[in-house]
């Protein structure tokens, strides 16, 4: 069974607080695997986009991690030429940052 989403409102607001510190903050997203949004602080078109094509892309990976070596993605970073994303995974659930350069 999967466990539960414990991620607080407090919680993603000190997140999101501490990010917002970093030079280019564009915004921080909080996804089930799925590629379902739970929490973001960026507009619902773009968030449900965004996290169905990166659920995808860290499901992939996955497989290709565990054909590799047995593991499972934990994190992965994407650099475009403006924009910098930073994927963290848990077991249930990924957060998404994204910065411009």
Do not use: Q
Not at 3 to 21: G, P, Q, V
Not at 41 to 49: M, P, S
Not at 62 to 69: N, P
């Amino acid at each position: 069974m999967a466990k539960k989403i414990t991620l607080s409102d407090k919680m993603f607001k000190d997140l999101i607080d501490r990010f917002k510190e970093k030079k280019g903050f564009l915004g921080v997203i909080l996804s089930t695997n799925d590629g379902l949004p739970v929490k973001s602080t960026l507009d619902t078109d773009i968030t449900e986009e965004f996290t169905a094509r990166m659920a995808y892309l860290l499901g992939k990976l996955d497989k290709f991690a565990k054909k590799l070596d047995g593991t499972k993605v934990v994190g992965l970073t994407v650099e475009t030429e403006n924009t910098e994303i930073i994927l963290i995974k848990e077991d249930t659930t990924f957060m998404s940052v994204l910065l411009a350069k």
